[in-house]
Nanobody, 123 residues
Framework: QVQLVESGGGLVQPGGSLRLSCAAS????????MGWFRQAPGKEREFVAR????????VYADSVKGRFTISRDNVKNTVFLQMNSLKAEDTAVYYC????????????????WGQGTQVTVSS
C-alpha cells in the first residue's frame, strides 16, 4: 500500500513557473516508476511525465517536452514536477501515481493515485 499526497499547485500567470511535489508513504518507493497525469475540466486524464525507479530515465508528453522536468528523491520518498513557461492550456488538476505495469502512457498502468493539486494558468 502506498499513499500519495500532492502539493505545490496554485494560480500563476502565463510564462510563469510552479514546482509540484508528491510525497509518498511506504518503504518500497524506490522500487516503482512514478508518473504525473493531469485532467482538465471536461477532458480525460492525460499523461504528463514518467520517471524510472532510479530517476535516471524519464519520458514526457509532447505537449510539455522542454518545459516540464520530472525528478525524484528516493531518500525523501518524493517525486517532483518542475513546470516552466506555463500556458493557459496547462490548467488542470495534476495527479501523481505509481507505475505498476504496462504501457506508461495509459492511466490503467498506474495505481495508488494522489488526491490531485490544482494548477491554474491565467492572467
Amino acid at each position: 500500500q502506498v499513499q500519495l499526497v500532492e502539493s505545490g499547485g496554485g494560480l500563476v500567470q502565463p510564462g510563469g513557473s510552479l514546482r509540484l511535489s508528491c510525497a509518498a508513504s511506504g518503504r518500497s518507493f524506490s522500487t516503482y516508476g512514478m508518473g504525473w497525469f493531469r485532467q482538465a475540466p471536461g477532458k480525460e486524464r492525460e499523461f504528463v511525465a514518467r520517471i524510472s525507479q532510479s530517476g535516471i530515465s524519464s519520458v514526457y508528453a509532447d505537449s510539455v517536452k522542454g518545459r516540464f522536468t520530472i525528478s525524484r528523491d528516493n531518500v525523501k520518498n518524493t517525486v517532483f514536477l518542475q513546470m516552466n513557461s506555463l500556458k493557459a492550456e496547462d490548467t488542470a488538476v495534476y495527479y501523481c501515481a505509481v507505475h505498476i505495469s504496462g504501457y506508461y502512457l495509459s492511466a490503467s498502468a498506474y495505481k495508488y493515485w494522489g488526491q490531485g493539486t490544482q494548477v491554474t494558468v491565467s492572467s
